[in-house]
């Protein structure tokens, strides 16, 4: 058994701390002699083999990388390297390593995924393909019966952060992409979060949010094939002129290839307006892809509306799809009721109602009651036709509105 021992006086300074390579020999606590910076990671293999590798630090700048043969109940060194040309460049970044199944080929993650020769940490002839754009690498698994490797990343929206693929690199098939994304899924693989059942039957992934703070685990099971995904026609909404405050659907098309799904799809919505994005939710596809977002934009000005489709076990992530909207300021409008006639002595009454979206408001000094109404008294200066004007100025969420009504008074 083999175990890393680090000292260090602070706890500041444990990531530079020296560590030494330690193994219980016959029952003895025995140190190995070989030690050097940083939190030293150990990997076991098929084949009595073993990695020790190096995270970049302070105290590294060009980490190592190296394979103990641990066949006779002690380690022997074989393979090692430092990555860093004479200039310094190309320095080992290590995030997780793994052996291949029969122990020929390593894998580091930091590359996404850089594939070594055991023998002597050369190259690969043939290494796999670069995570897509976006995705940062973080951690890598192979299956204990050889078919697949696992690799694992941190990506934002629909980029996937974990891609299944055929452990042969030559092996044209096209990756398992899984995407974590929200609350109940995590937004990330955690570093050296994955692990495969002893049969290779099943991966489980370890997954966390951004700030590190909580973790999910996902057991996968890959399928014989992952069908593609689109969306078709674009988005549209309705009503054609949003308004503040007032319901808006959002509708789209998803497709996918292959079977029907046994269950729905799911896309997931969000609103990006002045005051930042807000997530929507999930919504059902209905079996003819079809969709329909509902939302209440609460801020006059542009909004965009973005679709996500994050893929399932069968079903790759399609290309989010946007869609930008202008919502406008909710009407408003006056109804005024006022007589015919009216008499110096006896004044005017005029009633009116006041109508928007919330049913209340101030109309210059005259207050809207509950029910929408208000009353205008007046004793009028002189005979003849007078038009009495009302108006309400709006607000942030609500247009202006006017209304006139003409009464002719008489003595």
Known sequence: MCFTTPYSQYVGACSTAQTYLDGIVNGVHTRTGWNDYGKIKLESGSGDRMLMGQPRNDNAANPFLTVYDTSNGSLVRNAARRFADGAGNGALDLKDMAFSADGSEVADAAYGTRLLNTDDLSDAANGYQAL????????????????????????????????????????????????????LDGDRVAPRGMEWSADGSRLFAVTTNAAGSQYWLHVIQPPAVQYDTRFTGGLTHSPAQAVAGEPLAVRGKLESDGPAPGTPLKVRATRTDATGTHDLGTVTVKEDGTFTVLDEPDLVGDATYKVSFLGDLTHRPAEDVSHSVTVGKAPTSIALTAPEKATLSGGITITGTWTDRLGTGTLSSVTVGADSTFTINDIPRTRREVTYTVSWPGDDLHTSSTASATVYVTR
């Open 132 to 183: 897509p754009a976006g995705a940062t690498a973080g951690s890598v698994a192979f299956s204990g019966d050889g078919k697949y490797v696992a690799r694992g990343a941190a990506a934002t929206g629909a980029t996937p952060d974990l891609l299944v693929q055929p452990a042969d690199p030559t092996d044209s098939t096209a990756p398992l992409e899984f995407v974590f994304e929200g609350s």
